[in-house]
Nanobody
């Protein structure tokens, strides 16, 4: 199983950007999906994820500005009104059952830089 994240880049504060993450390989069932980020010099932190009942949950810092969505084995993060403090490498994470066992998978980070 591999996760491929893309969509990062340079965006102005107040603009918008959409990140994508696609899972491929031996996928029986995707159990959990979420986004995390890591700013320079900081620890990786939670951004958004789907809940077990199909809802979504967000970090307080992005609530009302970011939106997580999915389409089968693809996941998206719509970033609206980004702020300079949203600058970070964004990582997607999925818990996937390959038919034998469940395992967490991470995509490589996609860098988002928010400019003033």
């Amino acid at each position: 199983v591999q996760l491929q994240a893309c969509g990062g880049g340079l965006v102005q504060a107040g603009g918008s950007l959409r990140l994508s993450c696609a899972a491929s390989g031996n996928i029986f069932k995707i159990l959990r999906m979420g986004w995390y980020r890591q700013a320079p010099g900081k620890q990786r932190e939670f951004v958004a994820a789907f809940t077990s009942d199909g809802g979504s949950i967000y970090a307080d810092s992005v609530k009302g500005r970011f939106a997580i969505s999915r389409d089968n084995a693809k996941m998206y993060l719509q970033m609206n009104n980004p702020r300079i403090e949203d600058t970070a490498a964004y990582y997607c994470k999925m818990s996937i059952n390959n038919g034998l066992s469940a395992q967490d998978y991470w995509g490589k980070g996609t860098l988002v830089t928010v400019s003033s």
